[in-house]
């Protein structure tokens, strides 16, 4: 049995069922009763989704999670938030901002906008490479019509403080599913699912605490270097643009080709191991199926 299968799973009666009797007329003429829906918990969390500099991948990487989605808007988050899917023009208060995107400082809007997203989200999730590390932006040097001012783009973790990274050009869709359902968890969970999510997020919040700098580089300095790398291939597997190759079982970063998205790093098993989440990952895999269910 899984940490939560008793929140998320519908009651189902152990007790054996008694033989129905025949239907009187008066009966068959009564409206049958209908048992009203028991929601697996309380209230939903208040999500909203703030586009800043991004491409909006991560929001179709978001949308690709099907009728998960669908489920998480049902039973666990409200969006009210999101220019692309719903007509709220300005951010309001909610639960948790899920950031695509970095931020032009030369765009007083955009300045403004991360800065009222941080002062209304109780946790600011940055999505993607971009708003993580500023990714494809980081090449930005402005003189193009008809904006040629608009030259320089930070992530978000510049200008604000995050909370959770979910890092990927785009980032995978189980991903930003897992933590938006870890975040109602922590956010209105039992203590046993709040510590279950403290566990799951406590890595992505460690990325978010190390820093705005991405780059293939990062697994030579802090992997290779560091006498870490046990030549997985998890980092060229995961580079969006072929920049990695293995070559005599260590990897050999194509500099030319990073688009610094940081996605090397983040899903090698040498950066950053997390115990706390490997020795729950059952509890966390049958807790996350069990909500989508
Ligand atoms: S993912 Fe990490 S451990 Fe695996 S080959 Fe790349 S740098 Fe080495
Ligand atoms: S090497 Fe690839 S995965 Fe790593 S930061 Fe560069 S583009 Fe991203």
New binding site residues.
Partial sequence: MGLLDGVFKKNVSAEPQKPVAPQKTADIAKPVETKKEVKPMADKIKVGHVHMSGCTGCLVSLADNYEGLLTILDRYADLVYGLTLADVRHIPKMDVALVEGSVCIQDKCSVDEIKLTRENAAVVVAVG?CACYGNITRFSRGGQQNQPQMESYLPIGDLIKVDVYIPG?APTPQLIRNVCVMAYLLLKGTKEQKDLATAYLKPLMALAARGTE???CDLMYDVINQGLCMGCGS?AA????R??TMEYGKPN?DRE?????????AQCPRSFFNTDVISNYEAINEAIMAALQ
């Fill in positions: 490479g050009c991405a780059c293939g980092c995961s580079c969006p643009v920049a990695i970063i080709l990073c688009i610094k998205c940081g996605a090397c790093y």
